[in-house]
């Protein structure tokens, strides 16, 4: 039986396939591997480089080619499931690994952890573009185990990194084809069945790039396709986690909230602001509707935070306006010492005609 099978997905990857099938054919090992190559009727010339590396390396390279494009759910489920080797490497043809010992290590950790299902590695951040600072994506105490319910909170796991045991992953469930979140789906699929270790070594490299399926969606979209995927899920897992779901949705929510309220809190005016915000909810999903009592919150944290800017400036109408607005949306104010001592310091500068009326 082959040892290890990788499992490369491409479509318009023209740019970089060729450094991705290079960074496997350059493994140091002592089993034997193939590479099987999904190729989802790219528009590019990616086939053509494919079909070229294939001649190459006959005896290394299988490629599967389409006559119609089938998107990146199918393209990653035919691929895997075409995959013949003991253990399956995952990597998407616009990533690249950079360990030559990285297939070595993994194989070595699965041999002598059998009850482990899947391992992976942490990998290097790279923004093509170089507007920001490459980084490690796991932090350094990214913990050795992962659970199934630690997957179902945040999406862990590389997928250039990640090796898994043959014979986990099946048919992928219909509703997956839907979806954005196949690879989260793939890790979820292999820790349903044991734990997940990890390795910790920078060994690959994940690219940031416009053309990225993912990469090239907003942040609040992201966020939204983190939800759409774990209310199917939740579904597909007969409700069984269903308080750790609904907790990562709600966290996901939060996280929304925080990018509304940073991206209004730049306009000059709390009005300004308001027009901005209620642009954006316009324009979201039908099905995502932002549940009301975080509405309120989002928008009496903008008040609150012009309340605070209009003071520091000594427009003092201004700030009392904006901390009544705080307060009416969200009474949470109340509690907030802050809000009382903006609230005296309005006050007591008001001339003493108004004071009677506030």
Request: aromatic share 12%; proline share 4%; charged share 20%.
């Amino acid at each position: 039986m082959m040892k290890v099978s990788i499992a490369i997905i491409a479509y318009n990857h023209s740019k970089f396939i060729i450094q991705a099938v290079n960074s496997v054919l350059m493994q140091q090992v002592n089993f034997d591997y193939e590479l099987v190559i999904g190729e989802d009727c790219s528009t590019d010339n990616t086939g053509e480089l494919l079909v070229n590396l294939q001649k190459q390396h006959p005896n290394k390279i299988r490629l599967l080619s389409s006559e119609k494009n089938l998107g990146v759910q199918r393209n990653y489920n035919r691929t895997i499931q075409a995959c013949q080797g003991q253990y399956i490497a995952v990597l998407d043809g616009d990533d690249y690994w950079t360990s030559p010992c990285k297939l070595q290590k993994q194989v070595d950790f699965l041999d002598s952890h059998p009850e482990f299902t899947a391992c992976f590695h942490n990998v290097l951040i790279y923004f093509e573009d170089e507007s920001r600072a490459h980084h490690r994506m796991r932090p350094p105490d990214q913990r050795k185990v992962v659970t199934f319910e630690d997957l179902l909170i945040t999406k862990t796991i590389p997928t250039c990194s990640l090796m898994f045991r043959n014979g986990l992953v099946k048919e992928f469930p219909e509703w997956a084809y839907s979806v954005y979140m196949v690879d989260w789906l793939l890790n979820l699929l292999c820790a349903r069945n044991g734990p997940i270790g990890y390795i910790d070594e920078m060994m690959a490299t994940y690219r940031i790039h416009p053309e990225g399926l993912w990469s090239s969606m907003s942040y609040i979209q992201q966020l939204f396709a983190d939800m759409e995927f774990l209310e199917l899920l939740d579904v597909y897992l007969g409700l069984k986690y269903n308080r750790t779901i609904t907790w990562a949705v709600s966290d996901r929510w939060s996280k929304i909230a925080k990018d509304l309220i940073e991206l209004a809190i730049q306009q000059p005016t709390a009005d300004e602001a308001m027009t901005v915000l209620e642009a954006q909810w316009r324009a979201w999903p039908a099905k995502f509707k932002l549940p009301s009592a975080l509405k309120r919150q989002i928008k009496g944290e903008i008040y609150g935070h012009f309340a605070t800017e209009s003071l520091v400036k000594g427009d003092i109408a201004t700030t009392r306006t904006c901390l009544i607005k705080a307060v009416s949306f969200d009474p949470s104010w109340l509690r907030n010492w802050g809000w009382w001592s903006m609230g005296l310091r309005s006050f007591l500068q008001q001339p003493i005609s108004e004071k009677l009326h506030w």
